[in-house]
């Protein structure tokens, strides 16, 4: 299931993005004592009392003709719209403006559940001055301070409070779910369309069509399958509406649901920085990738062009040296039937077992090839090794001293585990633990 959303609303210089950077635990957000500085919304993930969200910053709403005011207003408008609960920011020092009853009217007409939080309350006499914004008539005010990070937990106490109860999946267990992310006009859509043999997803050569994700059953040689279509992830100042920019969310969303990945990249234009950034969500999501290369069609090539471009991808996603490459057209349909079958191979290993003393097994002889490492005169030590996780697989590896674990040989130990088992189009993970 999606992670639940909140969304930080506000006028200008509130201490919104304060407040972000505390709860995502890292200075994400740009905080400078200027109305208006966070331009964009910025999106991350946090967790409170065993609860996964994702979280919204957004640019402060104000009324009035001022530089990026209005493109600020709809950003916040749209994250209001996507959101699960809204945290109405307000000064406590400034008492209630007219502009806070402004954004107070804009959250009445989206009725969502809205927690009002008021910041810059640094001590315990500054209370006393919160009482005012009983006014805006969303119940009770919270005091906080997000200098200090006071207050912060109840904040999150009565955040939590409001999430969606969490619905059982719609999906059966054996469906493999897989999205389609890129930037815009690679050619997502019409390829979900080759796949389905119909026009389900309209088709535009204007980039940033597809608004939404678009779920899209499918079963294909007795397995069933669900493609998930997401708007494109355009970069960041070459962005003109509001919603185009908010499709960025939307595709982490996507993600989140997916068994399997496909970086969808154009072969016509090569491989730009957004492509990798764009498949970095999916790494760090831990979700099985297969990478393709669409438009293949118009490529002029000769019998050397198609392994030079995989020594391009390979060398621009070095991150993904798991991830097999599907070369493809989905406008002529030309190399499409060997997509379905490496998306089956990356979910498959997606969710791959190994048996215990198997993985043992190569271990052992993995530290007989190439002996662990020492450091300061201690020599690190391999006790055993077990699977804790699927999807991604993840191991623990207990060992005498975690910290003599250098990343070099714990990259060795992953390479080995992948010569030995594949885990062809999925990533791993390895967790050193010592042995009690």
């Not at 004592?33 to 910053?57: A, C, H």
């Not at 000064?91 to 910041?119: C, F, M, Q």
Request: charged residues 25%; negative net charge; hydrophobic residues 40%.
């Amino acid at each position: 299931m999606p992670k639940p959303i909140i969304a930080i609303v506000g006028r200008p210089n509130v201490g919104k993005s304060t407040i972000f950077n505390r709860i995502v635990g890292e200075r994400i957000s740009i905080v400078e004592d200027t109305p208006g500085i966070t331009r964009d919304r910025i999106y991350s993930s946090g967790e409170w009392l065993n609860q996964d969200f994702n979280i919204i910053d957004t640019g402060g709403i104000e009324i009035g003709d001022a530089p990026f005011l209005t493109e600020i207003r709809q950003q916040a408008e749209v994250a209001i719209d996507e959101s699960d609960v809204i945290i109405f920011m307000v000064n406590g020092r400034d008492g209630v403006t007219a502009a806070d009853e402004e954004v107070a009217k804009i959250l009445y007409r989206s009725d969502k559940p809205v927690v009002l939080a008021v910041n810059k309350i640094d001590n315990p006499e500054m209370r006393n001055d919160i009482f005012d914004f009983y006014g805006l008539g969303f119940g009770e005010p919270m005091p906080i301070s997000g200098s200090h990070g006071l207050g912060l937990g109840d904040l999150l106490d009565a955040a939590v409070q409001h999430f969606p109860s969490r619905e059982p999946e719609i999906y059966d267990e054996s469906t493999i779910l897989f999205s389609l992310i890129g930037r815009p006009n690679v050619g997502k859509s019409s390829l979900v369309n080759a796949l389905l043999g119909e026009e389900r997803v309209i088709v535009s050569a204007i980039a940033g069509t597809t608004r939404d994700a678009v779920d899209s059953p499918y079963s294909k040689d007795g397995q069933d399958y669900v493609i998930i279509d997401t708007a494109g992830m355009r970069k960041k100042g070459k962005v003109y509406e509001s919603t185009e920019k908010y499709s960025v969310l939307r595709a982490l969303k996507a993600i989140e649901r997916s068994d399997v990945v496909l970086v969808v990249i154009s072969g016509e234009e090569g491989i730009i920085e957004q492509d990798m950034k764009i498949a970095g969500y999916a790494h760090d999501a831990g979700r099985a990738i297969v990478i393709v290369v669409n438009k293949w069609d118009v490529v002029e090539k000769d019998e050397k062009t198609m392994k030079e471009f995989e020594e391009k991808i390979r060398a621009h996603f070095k991150f993904l040296d798991y991830a097999p490459i599907v070369f493809l057209s989905a406008l002529t349909k030309r190399r499409t039937h060997t997509l379905l079958p490496m998306i089956n191979v990356a979910a498959e290993n997606h969710s791959l077992r190994v048996q215990t003393n198997v993985l043992n097994d190569v271990i052992l002889d993995a530290v007989a090839m190439n002996p662990t490492p020492t450091h300061n005169g201690n020599r690190l030590k391999l006790y055993y090794a077990t699977q804790v996780a699927v999807k991604p697989p993840s191991f623990a590896v207990f060992v005498n001293d975690p910290e003599l674990m250098h990343f070099s040989y714990e990259r060795f130990l992953e390479n080995q585990i992948r010569a030995s088992f594949g885990f062809i189009g999925t990533p791993i993970k390895i967790f050193t633990r010592a042995r009690k």
